[in-house]
């Protein structure tokens, strides 16, 4: 009787060891899905929030280009550069009663667009303006900051730099931003591609 209870004690405890191997295989199992589903969440609200931050910046960009012209006497002065990438215009977006220039250019260094105010400088680097931000939080690295103009029947003027007798036509802008957001360093597919319209307000062509 005494051996026939210590095999079922043996057999119990063997019994046990193998319940607790199972539950640790499983254990981990569920804790590597449980961490692969976390992981990809926090990735999706990070890009969310990466998305976000991209479309108050151009939102912001675009409520200062709506102002161009404002305060302003002559509509020659609207628009002092109309590039492909960059682009100045004259307005009194602080409401002072004295026009400023502002320019929006893309530093390809940082991936940063900046905003520059004042005296106007060529090129675009971290002393030509403030990066444009939102809440304080850039969106990830800009690869492509790019103008279209538009004159005042709504038909495109140019995709190239305008010359000055055609910057005083111009009535409409579409920015485009174009942002790193799978992280690839280059322009591909992959990327994400906001566009906003600034219907300029003070438009008198």
Known sequence: MRAVRGTQRGATVLEVLVALSLFAVVALAGSYVFSATFRAWIAGRDLADE??????????MVRRIRLAGFNVTSTAEYFGEAAASSMAFLADVDGDGT??????????????????????????????GAPVTSRGLRP????????????????????????????????????????????????DAGDLTITMDAIVRNYGG
């Open 51 to 60: 998305q976000q931050n991209a479309r108050l910046v151009l939102e912001w």
């Open 140 to 187: 990830p690295r800009v690869l492509a900051l790019q103008f279209a103009y538009y004159d005042g029947r709504q038909s495109a003027l140019a995709p190239l730099p305008l010359t000055a007798q055609q910057r005083p036509g111009i009535a409409r802008v579409r920015v485009t931003l174009r942002i790193d957001s799978n992280r690839s360093g280059a322009l």
């Open 99 to 128: 026009p400023e220039w502002h320019r929006f250019c893309l530093e390809p260094t940082e991936g940063v667009v900046r905003v520059e105010t004042g005296a106007i400088s060529p090129g675009c680097t971290t002393a030509t």
